[in-house]
């Protein structure tokens, strides 16, 4: 079965830039989509198809995709961009990555 | 806003049933696809099952067959007929929309709780 992996946690600075990886065979050729989900709350679509930003997401949130790994990077980091991030693909079925969570220091 | 509200989560024996909810407003569950997610404690996301704006379905092969998702149109509504539960189905479930066809989950619920515990 396909698996994606992402690191489980990520640290940044305040105001700094975020990266976040999602690893896949060949994953460049897939549509990519992440979300950022914080504890008790919706999931939230944050990125689509590699790197359309859906309405009301900030230009801070940035997406690439390319042979075996899709990067989310999100720049001038802010405290309330700590969450759990999530990458996600369509096989057969839909496969989501382990989840990496954000730290803003 | 457009919402999706899940419900019908709660404490349940192994080996028995649970149906769950999923009403939306401001969003056509006929006019896209919906999808269960769930989360386990402690766990990341897990897709669970989608049916499309044709009505044909789709399941994670790890349920084996015990799961049954459906929607009333008419009630703007999609449920998830969950049967011979195990203590590991033990999880948030979330509901979810999306496009039509196999593609991103946007808008989600904020998720019902169920328990699988004797």
């Known amino acids: 079965s396909y698996e994606l992996i992402q690191p489980l946690s990520v640290s940044v600075a305040l105001g700094q830039t975020a990266t976040i990886t999602c690893g896949g065979d060949n994953i460049g050729g ?6 950022q989900h914080k504890p008790g709350q919706a999931p939230v679509l944050v990125i689509y198809r ?18 075996n790994t899709a990067t989310l990077t999100i720049s001038s980091a802010q405290a ?11 096989i057969t079925s839909a496969v989501f990555g382990g989840g990496t969570k954000l730290t803003v220091l | 806003d457009v919402q999706l509200v899940e419900s019908g989560g709660g404490l349940v024996q192994p080996g028995g ?3 769950l909810s999923c009403e939306a407003s401001l969003f056509s569950v006929s006019s896209n696809s919906m999808n269960w997610v769930r989360q386990a404690p402690g ?4 897709w669970v099952s989608i049916i499309y704006r044709g009505g044909g379905t789709n399941y994670a092969d790890s349920l084996m067959g015990r799961f049954i998702i459906s929607r009333d149109n008419s ?4 449920y998830l ?34 328990i699988v515990s004797s």
């Open chain 2, 43 to 46: 766990k990341g996301l897990e």
């Open chain 1, 30 to 35: 897939k549509n990519v989509h992440w979300y």
């Open chain 2, 81 to 114: 007929q969950m049967d011979s539960l195990r203590v590991d189905d033990t999880a948030v479930y979330f509901c979810a929309g999306g496009p039509a066809g196999p593609n991103w989950f946007d808008p989600w619920g904020r998720g019902t709780l169920v």
């Open chain 2, 17 to 19: 049933s649970l149906r």
């Open chain 2, 75 to 78: 009630k703007n509504t999609v």
């Open chain 1, 50 to 67: 590699d790197s359309s930003r859906p309405s009301g997401i900030p230009e801070r949130f940035a997406g690439s995709n390319s042979g």
């Open chain 1, 80 to 90: 309330g961009d700590e969450a759990d991030y999530y990458c996600q693909v369509w």
